[in-house]
């Protein structure tokens, strides 16, 4: 099974940069109900995507006081357990984060480590990348950031 997983958010000044559970130095940051971590929330679509259960605004509602300001490892680590109770189990995924400025470089290997341990999964079974939008677009006018993640799960 195959899941596809995207999701956006505006960036503002004065709010916190999240992705892959790391917080960066950056003068915009994501606004959001939760943390705002976009590579998450796309790789948690993905794995709902991939058995047909629902996407994140069905298991965690922006309506819902519960998950305001919510920690989004926390969130995937919910997910991960729905798709166990499914009997199923996470081969691979993998995502692209589109913003123009922080450098992700960097933190990558930080992001991969977060995310493989929320999802018991070895990190060489998760792939993350980052490009910019090459000022083209919302992103590119460093008025949002975009995420892609598919996710392969198997019962």
Request: aromatic letters at 4%; zero cysteines.
């Amino acid at each position: 099974m195959v899941g596809l997983g995207y999701d956006v958010h505006r960036l503002a000044e004065g709010e916190t940069l999240v992705l892959g559970g790391v917080v960066f130095e950056s003068r915009l940051g994501t606004v959001a109900h939760s943390d705002g971590d976009v590579l998450v929330h796309a790789i948690m679509d993905a794995l709902l995507g991939a058995l047909a259960l629902g996407d994140i605004g069905l298991h965690f509602p922006d309506t819902d006081p519960e998950w305001k300001d919510a920690d989004s490892i926390s969130m995937l680590k919910r997910v991960h357990q729905l798709i166990r109770n499914e009997g199923a189990h996470v081969l691979n995924i993998d995502s692209t984060v589109v913003l123009e400025t922080p450098r992700l470089r960097p933190h990558v290997d930080a992001m991969r480590k977060r995310i493989a341990e929320a999802l018991g999964l070895d990190v060489r079974r998760l792939s993350i990348k980052a490009t910019t939008s090459e000022r083209l677009g919302f992103v590119g006018r460093e008025e949002g950031i975009a995420a892609y993640a598919i996710a392969q799960v198997e019962f």
